[in-house]
């Protein structure tokens, strides 16, 4: 269920005043937050956030078409295996063949 259009989004009054605090001084930092459940205003656009998946901080650039999602649609939480099928026997395969491929071929020793 979406939030209410009488209330308006939500955007973490912390972040908004680092942000603010960031175009008066001129300044681009990366902003450290907690807070995926922010939503992205106009403001934050050419901004980078350091955004927490449970684990680990991502980076996001925030681009124009990110305004209006939240900070947490762009750190996922979790890593995608591939499933077992055509894909996963061609990147099995890619694997092994790739060291192969890049030692190239082996060195003839020089005359002597």
């Known amino acids: 269920m979406s939030r209410s259009l009488k209330k308006g ?13 960031m175009i008066e001084a001129g300044q681009k930092q990366i902003i450290k937050t907690w807070a995926r459940r922010s939503d992205i205003p106009p403001e934050f656009v050419g ?3 350091a955004v927490h998946n449970g684990k680990e901080f991502t980076p996001v650039y925030i681009t124009e078409q990110m305004v209006g999602h939240k900070l947490g649609e762009f750190s996922w ?3 995608f295996k591939a499933h077992s099928g055509k894909m996963a026997d061609a990147q099995a395969q890619a ?3 790739a060291p192969s491929v890049a030692a190239g071929p082996s060195p003839t020793p020089s005359p002597k």
């Open 95 to 97: 694997k092994t063949a």
């Open 9 to 21: 989004p939500y955007i973490e009054p912390k972040l908004l005043k680092k942000v603010m605090r």
């Open 47 to 49: 901004f980078t956030f």
């Open 77 to 79: 939480t979790t890593k």
